[in-house]
């Protein structure tokens, strides 16, 4: 499957990841590793690596195939890849529901490019897959990824503690979420 969301204006778009791609993220995971280890779990040094890159990718095909996650990367309209999104854990029957995880190039933020990011997943979450309802949970003291969330509607639910693993320790992690009820009327509402 491979299709592009585009905002335009914002200079961005989303595809889905391929493993024509994986150089590319490499590179990006390379290049922010130290600047996003504050925010990201410990990893091995083969992940670090083209062949890890690869599994990657084609597990989360494999999981788009069963619509159990997409992993999108944020592009330039030029074709740089500057980040990634993911709609993961994707729930079926009476939830409907999936979690979003985002990050961009460290170079590249406070451009607006994740939130645009995050609108455009949202769009595809609610309208094309259908989902209910789509939660993040982020660092108490990420207040860029908070700003992100909030410009798009998330709203904070509480505090999941000691609830993932990142940077080596176990971390607090405030929650947040977003109904397609609360999206669509806000897309109605900007739109007129």
Do not use: C
């Not at 590319?24 to 083209?50: G, K």
């Not at 108490?140 to 993932?164: C, T």
């Amino acid at each position: 499957m491979s299709f592009k969301l585009y905002n335009t204006p914002q200079g961005i778009y989303l595809s889905l990841l391929e493993l024509k791609d994986a150089e590319a993220l490499l590179q990006l995971r390379l290049n922010n590793r130290t600047a996003h280890q504050e925010f990201e779990p410990l990893r091995d040094e083969d992940y670090y690596t083209l062949e890890s890159q690869h599994h990657l990718i084609n597990q989360r095909r494999l999981e788009t195939q069963v619509d159990r996650a997409y992993m999108f990367g944020i592009f330039l309209l030029s074709g740089e890849l500057i980040g990634q999104i993911t709609i993961s854990n994707v729930v079926r029957g009476v939830g409907q529901y999936a979690d979003i995880g985002y990050w961009i190039d460290h170079t590249r933020q406070g451009k607006g490019y994740a939130s645009t990011a995050v609108h455009l997943v949202l769009e595809y979450a609610f309208r094309s897959l259908g989902l209910h309802r789509v939660q993040a949970a982020i660092l108490p003291h990420n207040n860029a990824s908070r700003r992100v969330l909030e410009k798009n509607g998330f709203q904070a639910e509480g505090l999941a503690r000691r609830y993932i693993k990142i940077n080596g320790e176990w971390q607090d992690h405030r929650t947040y979420a977003i109904l397609a009820e609360d999206f669509l009327t806000r897309a109605e509402t900007a739109s007129e």
